[in-house]
């Protein structure tokens, strides 16, 4: 079956902008994650949204960052005026249920803020 | 706060030779283990994980790891390694207080050599 999806592979955006970033998660699965990939460093947990329940933002670095699941299904990533540490590959993942459960990563958006 | 230390950030091995991956975490409550895989251009994939039971976990491709409570540790070993085990191996622990956290380990690249 299908895995997780991202759109776009690959995003370049000039500092102070906006950008949206996209995650289909495998059909079924009620858990989606998001996660940044900084180059050299390893995975920085971001959000994690599971069925209708809040989302726990813990890991979100600033206010500028922000993500909703529409639906329990797609997933939207939005960083508000970006900044060059933004920066990275950021990575979501979908899980059947929570945490415990084998997670499925998609390609990863490749972020470049010049 | 809880941490993972990964100790080497790059092993070379010669290829049929036996490897171990190093993972040490901190943490004040009793944790879940993972270990993911990174290969070249792809996304990441559970090797295997820990919740309970027994210390020897074993998982795909020929790893295992043990669990070693005392010490705080998570060794990822592969009796004999081939050219496709070259990728980017990350060691993560989800505390029992917190399932609804990750983190994960900087990684080892684990580059095979002919």
């Known amino acids: 079956g299908a895995g997780v999806s991202q759109s776009p592979s690959n995003k370049v955006t000039e500092k102070g902008k906006d950008v949206e970033l996209r995650c289909d998660p495998i059909s079924g699965h009620t858990a989606l994650y998001w996660y940044r990939q900084s180059l050299g460093q390893g995975l920085e947990f971001l959000i994690y949204?599971?069925?209708?329940?809040?989302?726990?933002k813990s890991g979100l670095p600033s206010d500028r960052f922000s993500a909703e699941r529409t639906g329990g299904s797609v997933s939207t990533l939005t960083i508000q005026r970006t900044q060059q540490e933004d920066s990275a590959v950021y990575l979501c993942a979908s899980s059947l249920d929570g945490f415990t459960d084998t997670q499925y990563f998609g390609p990863g958006t490749r972020l470049t803020v010049l | 706060a809880q941490s993972v230390t990964q100790l080497d950030s790059q092993v070379p091995v010669f290829e049929e030779a036996p490897v171990e991956l190093r993972c040490n975490y901190s943490?004040?409550?009793?944790?879940?283990l993972f270990w993911y895989v990174q290969y070249p251009n792809q996304g990441l994939q559970l090797l295997l994980k820990y919740l309970s039971g027994s210390t020897l976990v074993k998982g795909i491709n020929g790893f295992e790891a043990e669990f070693n409570k005392s010490q705080t540790s998570f060794h990822l070993r592969k009796p004999s390694v081939h050219i496709s085990d070259t990728a980017e191996y990350f060691c993560a622990v989800i505390p029992y207080s917190s399932a609804s956290k990750i983190i994960f380990g900087s990684g080892t690249r684990l580059s095979i050599r002919p």
């Open positions: 943490s004040s409550v009793s944790v879940y």
């Open positions: 949204f599971q069925g209708n329940s809040a989302p726990d």
